[in-house]
């Protein structure tokens, strides 16, 4: 079992910064996948960012490369999502997932944290 809590949301001005945190406890990351995804209202959840627990591949969604990146400390179990700069469109709930690599329906959720960027 993996619990995920997310931190870091906020209101920001359009331009501005946030790094979220994705902070898990139960099992080492080492093993999982750990993307981000986000829903903004009316809206489907959508694929954001993934980094390997180990640190190595990242992929980003087109709409966000170059403006946001995933990074990981395995030392304190988190994953990060810096975002900068940040556009009205960004405005969702982001929430973080873990999956593990070889057993891939252990799949776990965070509960989400709020971003929203005003223009």
């Known amino acids: 079992q993996v619990q995920l809590v997310e931190s870091g949301g906020g209101l920001v001005q359009a331009g501005g910064s946030l790094r979220l945190s994705c902070a898990a406890s139960?099992?080492?990351?080492?093993?999982?996948?750990i993307a981000w995804f986000r829903q903004a209202p009316g809206k489907e959840r959508e694929f954001v960012a993934q980094i390997n627990g180990n640190g190595g591949t990242t992929v980003y969604t087109d709409s966000v490369k170059g403006r946001f990146t995933i990074s990981i400390d395995n030392a304190k179990n988190t994953v990060y999502l810096t975002m900068n700069p940040l556009k009205p469109e960004a405005t969702a709930v982001y929430y973080c997932r873990a999956r593990n690599t070889v057993f891939q329906h252990w799949l776990y959720w965070g509960q989400g944290t709020q971003i929203t960027v005003s223009s």
């Open positions: 139960g099992r080492a990351f080492n093993t999982y996948e």
